[in-house]
């Protein structure tokens, strides 16, 4: 596996892993308090849905010309990346609040509590988890085939995703609890870093850049974006210590 397939899979993996550890708490709440069977309903239909819109676009993108792909594919990766990569610094420098999935878990079994359940499947349990199945994914959705078509190497990105969901589900069905414990932040952090050095690379592609070590480059432009993500911490916390 090349350099840039294994960036991609990690990107993937990453992005994925921390979007449905934010649903995946959703659903343990609903569960809890609307019924097993009406929140797994409804996140499995939101992943159906999911699912299929990758299979609809990714025949339709290995179409696409390369270069017109790529800058387009860079321009978005770059603004995907440094929005996650600001708003992880700002989480890491203490300028913004982390997510806190127990918190979290506790307002949505507020939610689910304020209204009575009837016979059947439970039509809130079902809407809630549907929701925040397609609504946390589809962000995924769209960076797995991003960066998936612009090396032509949607399987791999594909593979990542997949994996990070069949990670999350497997804890969170051993745990039976919110995954407080994962550092989300870190991973956004990482997953910033990523598509902010692959949109930096297809962008310079696609304007006919030579990049020294052609794939490898990418290596180089993540390592880049990671220390500047580390000064720019760094220089918040003294400046916020300071005051």
């Not at 990766?77 to 918190?103: C, P, Q, T």
């Not at 979290?104 to 988890?129: H, M, N, T």
């Not at 199945?133 to 990105?157: C, D, H, P, Y």
Request: net charge positive; glycine share 10%.
């Amino acid at each position: 596996m090349s350099t840039s397939s294994i960036l991609i899979v990690l990107g993937a993996f990453l992005a994925c892993a921390v979007e449905m550890v934010e649903a995946a708490t959703i659903v343990l709440a609903m569960e809890a308090t609307r019924g097993a069977r009406s929140a797994r309903a409804g996140a499995l239909s939101g992943f159906g849905v999911l699912a299929l819109v990758v299979a609809a676009c990714a025949p339709f993108l290995t179409t696409v010309p390369l270069r017109p792909l790529r800058l387009t594919v860079g321009v978005l990766s770059l603004l995907f990346g440094l929005n996650w990569l600001r708003k992880a610094i700002l989480r890491a420098a203490g300028r913004k609040a982390l997510h806190d999935e127990d918190e979290i878990y506790r307002e949505e079994v507020e939610v689910g509590r304020s209204v009575g359940r009837g016979a059947g499947l439970d039509r809130l349990g079902f809407v809630v988890c549907f929701k925040a199945v397609v609504l946390e994914g589809a962000e995924v959705v769209a960076i797995v085939l991003a960066v998936g078509s612009a090396q032509r190497t949607l399987g791999a990105a594909i593979a990542g995703a997949v994996l990070a969901l069949a990670a999350v589900c497997l804890a969170v069905a051993i745990v039976r609890r919110p995954l407080s414990r994962v550092p989300e932040n870190t991973m956004k952090l990482t997953v910033g870093v990523l598509l902010a050095g692959f949109g930096t690379f297809w962008v310079g592609e696609a304007a006919g850049v030579d990049w020294p070590g052609s794939d490898a480059a990418m290596l180089w432009l993540v390592a880049l974006y990671g220390m500047a993500a580390a000064v720019a911490i760094s220089r918040l916390r003294v400046s916020a210590a300071a005051k």
